[in-house]
């Protein structure tokens, strides 16, 4: 004879055999957490790779003045962050897809496209300031790389009239 629960007296019985479930407390959910977002970190850090800081000077000319926030390579990626501060007395416009890096080597790079990149050109009206961000992505981008320069030639301009503004050499830390 097949023996299933259709019984209500087996089933009392397996209610009585189980035990309730108990809340996790305050401090267990706590450390749970915790440790989940350690985990989490770590597979953020591995999948992102180590962040490698590069450094750069200021530079300016009559019209602009661009001062270096961060430059940093992961993997094959080389990040740059600038600010541009218009120093003239009209509103100059920034392409950063025309922006470039010229390596080592003297290879040229364009900007990296990525899926989440606003690709707009920037107005910025005289006296303020932009915070210009861009990365370059390629393979020879690497831990061997110890400079390049970043080429403006078509990314700023004064109406029609290209500003120009000499390259923004970067270098590897050591």
Not at 25 to 39: D, G, M, N, W
Not at 49 to 65: C, F, H, L, N, Q
Not at 83 to 92: C, D, F, I, K, V
Request: aromatic share 6%.
């Amino acid at each position: 004879m097949e023996r299933g629960l259709g019984n209500p007296t087996d089933l009392v019985k397996l209610v009585k055999l189980v035990k309730p479930i108990r809340p996790i407390k305050s401090s267990c959910r706590s450390t749970l957490f915790a440790l989940v977002l350690v985990a989490l970190t770590a597979v953020l850090a591995g999948c992102l790779g180590t962040k490698y800081a590069w450094s750069s000077a200021p530079i300016a000319t009559s019209e602009v003045r661009i001062v270096p926030q961060e430059v940093y390579r992961r993997k094959d990626r080389l990040f740059v962050r600038v600010t541009l501060t218009n120093l003239s007395s009209s509103t100059l416009t920034v392409d950063r897809d025309a922006m470039t890096l010229q390596l080592d080597t003297g290879r040229i790079l364009g900007r990296s496209v990525g899926m989440t990149s606003l690709h707009k050109p920037y107005s910025v009206p005289p006296g303020a300031a932009h915070s210009i961000y861009v990365d370059f992505k390629d393979d020879d981008i690497h831990e061997g790389r110890g400079s390049a320069n970043v080429i403006w030639s078509g990314a700023v301009f004064d109406g029609g009239r290209e500003v120009q503004i000499p390259p923004t050499p970067l270098r590897a830390r050591d």
